[in-house]
């Protein structure tokens, strides 16, 4: 006889495990079925491990320039075994957090492939083969995503890397392909470029980072040049062949032609593929767009008692977004009635060297939605703080609509922006006008004052610059 709960959760990574918790809170029996680790890809081989092997290239790279700072360290190398297992132990010790919430919160767990079989009803096959029947009034499918291959050259985890292997190199490069240049292309080139690799990056668009505001990807450009990188732009990889000592890449560039150039290694960032296949959707008739789930403001697929949040289902693509698209669903199973998820109002972050952060409209978007639009613009070269750290290279960018003073977006680039990205969301939530956040008090001296900075500078009132 299949075991029933109130919910039932496919997938425990930050929009299932949240989803799970807040269903438990909520007095509901609740229980998760999970293929590999808790804390799925984002806690173990994403978000979280992708950050402490930043750390220390960031670390890495102020040792190295420590004489800017009056310092003197000499014989300066880096470990990259020893980066890899901290990183790794990271992940670890986050896994067991997750653990302990489940315990905690009275969440069953079960081990295993999972596979929807009828309406309200799943079979999780374990990794013994043995078999669990589960039913529950409501499901929640949180899947995710995995990399997406080039369809010519798979990645074989030797020479052709994704993100996955990007994290636990077995050695390091020497010459770095990286294909695609969102999020993870770039921090994973900023990172062994901190590391010692001479990267080359390439990019089917005009530009890098192409979600973000044009304006970054210039600064980035430029800040990735200086830093000794090499970036195409509008440059495709035709073919990858792997040799003995590498990989050649036949590469397209811009005005067409074809050059051959041989690489260490090559990581493919072009994408991610949802992880819809396999776990019973078509019995059930789940409608989807591009193998992505279809659903609601409230998270709802079109069959009833069948709910999907994070990866699986419309950008943006992000742990935050997923987490709180958990929170949203578990609600409305529980008989609420919570906002709908707005995306201009999800922060973006990628944690690259200089740091990017972004909410809402680029300013192109704003103006091609028909907004007129009053931009401000303020460079970490005017601050105190950016100038006292050593890092003065960065700015801030605000986009207003004219005519009602909202907050349409805000762009920045440079230190710490990942941390403060933050405060303009708040703002776009609880929909303040350009005259709240002009009157709001910064701390001094913070890089958080470029922020205030740059909402003056919208409207010419801009004092440090």
């Known amino acids: 006889m299949a075991e029933s709960y109130d919910v039932l959760v496919l997938g425990s990574g930050p929009g299932g495990y949240v989803a799970a918790i807040r269903a438990a809170q909520l007095g509901l029996k609740t229980a ?23 750390r220390s290239a960031e670390i890495f790279h102020y040792m190295q320039h420590a004489k800017d700072y009056g310092l003197i360290a000499n014989q300066i190398s880096a470990d990259l075994d020893a980066v890899v297992k901290r990183s790794r132990g990271v992940a670890k010790q986050l896994n067991q957090g997750v ?7 009275k969440i069953a767990v079960h081990m295993g492939t999972g596979v929807l079989t009828a309406k ?33 050259a798979k990645a074989d985890g030797k020479r052709i890397w994704t993100y996955r292997h990007a994290m636990t190199p077995t050695e390091m490069p020497t010459k ?37 505001d044009k304006d970054v ?57 949802p992880n819809t296949e396999n776990i019973g959707l078509e019995t059930l008739g789940v409608k989807t767009e591009r193998g992505h789930i279809v659903t ?14 994070g990866d699986v289902t419309a950008p943006p693509w992000l742990a935050h977004k997923a987490s709180h698209e958990g929170v949203i669903a578990v609600e409305a199973i529980n008989g609420g009635h919570p906002h709908a998820m707005d995306p201009r109002n999800i922060p973006g972050c990628t944690y690259c060297h200089p740091q990017i952060a972004s909410v809402g409209l680029t300013e192109a978007k704003a103006k091609e939605a028909g907004y007129e639009v009053k931009v401000g613009n303020f460079p970490f070269i005017g601050n105190g ?23 349409l977006g805000a762009h920045m680039i ?48 801009a004092l440090h610059i």
């Open 32 to 54: 998760i079925v999970e293929r590999e680790l808790l804390g799925g890809i984002c806690l173990n081989w994403g978000c979280i491990p992708t950050k402490a092997l930043l």
């Open 99 to 105: 653990t302990h919430l489940m315990k905690k919160n």
């Open 120 to 152: 309200g009803k799943l079979t999780v096959t374990a990794a013994d083969g043995k078999k669990t029947d589960l039913e529950a009034k409501n499901i929640i499918v949180a899947t995710g995503a995995r990399a997406r291959d080039l369809p010519f």
């Open 176 to 212: 770095l392909l990286v294909i695609g240049s969102g999020a993870i292309g770039v921090e994973f080139a900023s990172f062994y470029n901190d590391m010692g690799a001479k990267v080359t990056i390439v990019e089917m668009l005009d530009r890098i980072v192409p979600v973000e």
């Open 217 to 273: 990807s210039a600064h980035l450009e430029k800040a990735f040049k200086k830093q000794g990188m090499t970036i195409l732009t509008q440059t495709g990889v035709e073919k990858l062949d792997v040799t003995a000592g590498g990989v050649k890449a036949s590469i397209k560039g811009k005005d067409g032609k074809v050059t051959v150039e041989e690489f260490s290694h090559v990581i493919v960032a072009i994408g991610i593929v």
């Open 296 to 309: 609601d403001g409230a998270c709802r697929t079109n069959v009833d008692g069948l709910w999907a949040i």
């Open 385 to 407: 703080k950016a100038i006292a750290l050593g890092e003065p290279e960065g700015f801030v960018k605000t986009v207003f609509d004219a005519k009602t003073g909202e907050l």
């Open 414 to 461: 440079g230190a710490e922006v990942t941390e403060m990205i933050q405060g303009y969301t708040i703002g776009k939530t609880g929909e303040l006008t350009e005259a709240e956040l002009m009157e709001t008090v910064f701390p001094h001296p913070t890089i958080s004052e470029t922020m205030h900075e740059a909402v003056l500078g919208a409207y010419g009132k």
